[in-house]
């Protein structure tokens, strides 16, 4: 097995700690213990008995994750250290070498690289920008072989912000039933959607769907490292042999922790801040796009970032770097994403870090471009 380096993750970690404005981040500003448990809360964790849980997660939070979507039970829900594991398992246990896999790019690129690792064959279809970084349904049904056995959708965008409108995913459901293919939906940043209106999620609409979710990006919670899967039954109980070869069970910290998040009036509560958060942010970036012609952007829809293209003759990891030296401000590449004249920038950190950030961006621009 032959892995090509996951470029996204390597830049951010090792630089992400290093400058004083990180804004190549993707979710939203982690909360404290203290700030998200009550004292009575607080004081049970101590209480949690710090051994082995169920290796494919507790009974308790499988059912509480089974809640959040239609007609499921925790036979269809597998728990994982945090939504990275869920994507490695799946792919471990649904793809064959030989199987054709379909990805909407630009997309988090952790199953892309996975998936060509094992030897099975990543077929791109590419999201519009001038659709508004949507995709083009035609496109994907040429895309589609003999061979083909999932299709996969990072759903809010990563590192866009797009949103398909209920018309689009029917289709989208529609072609994988046409074809009987699994469906798979990154959903870790369903939630934040800005408009406060939660999109419908993939689970609910097709039998065939695998859904991976989690508490890092939309929740604000990615240091519990709690991460799911939710689709057929025996799928996730392949995932669960799968897992039982990696790391056998999640923090039983975590899991406590995520059992009082996911309970639907908290949960309300944490995504109501997230979207207070970003809608504040995103107002902050418009105006600043308004004054700083050299950057243009279709705005996100949810998510913790934006996908800004950029006028000036430098490519983008280039760019970033010069940033990085000079104004101590850390953004991503679009090079990461194949796509160069694009930078990725975080909008989930409190505004003044944000605002300061692209004070500094744009006195770097004006005096390194004109």
């Given at each position: 097995m032959e892995f090509q380096e996951f470029t996204l993750e390597r830049i951010q970690s090792l630089y992400e700690n290093t400058v004083e404005h990180n804004l190549s981040d993707s979710g939203v500003h982690p909360y404290t213990l203290r700030e998200l448990l009550n004292p009575d809360q607080l004081a049970s964790l101590l209480d949690v008995e710090l051994g082995y849980g169920w290796t494919n997660g507790g009974t308790e939070l499988r059912q509480s994750v089974a809640n959040l979507y239609k007609d499921r039970n925790p036979d269809n829900?597998?728990?994982?250290?945090?939504?990275?594991?869920?994507?490695?398992?799946?792919?471990?246990?649904?793809?064959?070498?030989?199987?054709?896999?379909?990805?909407?790019?630009?997309?988090?690129?952790?199953?892309?690289?996975?998936?060509?690792?094992?030897?099975?064959?990543?077929?791109?279809?590419?999201?519009?920008?001038?659709?508004?970084?949507?995709?083009?349904?035609?496109?994907?049904?040429?895309?589609?072989?003999?061979?083909?056995?999932?299709?996969?959708?990072?759903?809010?965008?990563?590192?866009?912000?797009?949103?398909?409108?209920?018309?689009?995913?029917?289709?989208?459901?529609?072609?994988?039933?046409?074809?009987?293919?699994y469906l798979h939906a990154d959903?870790?940043?369903?939630?934040?959607?800005?408009?406060?209106?939660?999109?419908?999620?993939?689970?609910?609409?097709?039998?065939?769907?695998?859904?991976?979710?989690?508490?890092?990006?939309?929740l604000a919670l990615p240091g519990l490292r709690i991460g799911w899967l939710v689709g057929p039954a025996d799928v996730i109980y392949t995932t669960w042999q799968a897992k039982d070869y990696t790391s056998i069970t999640t923090s039983a910290i975590s899991e406590y922790i995520a059992n009082i998040v996911i309970q639907p009036e908290k949960r309300a509560e944490v995504l109501d801040r997230s979207r207070t958060l970003l809608n504040a942010n995103v107002d902050l970036l418009s105006g600043w796009l308004k004054e700083n012609n050299q950057y243009s952007c279709h705005l996100p829809k949810a998510g913790g970032m934006a996908f800004m293209r950029y006028a000036m003759p430098i490519n983008s990891t280039k760019l970033i770097h010069e940033i990085r030296e000079k104004r101590s401000i850390m953004l991503l590449p679009g090079d990461v994403y194949g796509l160069d004249g694009y930078i990725r920038i975080g909008i989930g950190a409190p505004i003044e870090h944000l605002r300061t950030g692209l004070k500094e961006l744009s006195d770097y621009t004006k005096s390194n471009f004109g």
């Open positions: 829900v597998i728990i994982t250290n945090g939504s990275a594991e869920a994507n490695f398992l799946l792919v471990m246990s649904v793809l064959n070498p030989g199987d054709d896999l379909i990805v909407f790019v630009p997309n988090y690129l952790q199953m892309w690289g996975w998936a060509k690792a094992l030897g099975i064959n990543v077929v791109e279809v590419q999201l519009r920008e001038e659709l508004g970084w949507l995709p083009d349904m035609n496109e994907l049904r040429a895309a589609i072989t003999p061979r083909t056995k999932m299709i996969t959708i990072c759903h809010p965008n990563n590192p866009t912000g797009s949103l398909l409108n209920e018309a689009a995913m029917a289709e989208l459901v529609d072609i994988s039933k046409e074809h009987d293919l959903e870790v940043y369903r939630g934040s959607e800005l408009d406060g209106n939660e999109t419908a999620t993939f689970a609910d609409l097709y039998d065939k769907a695998i859904v991976t979710a989690g508490l890092s990006k939309a």
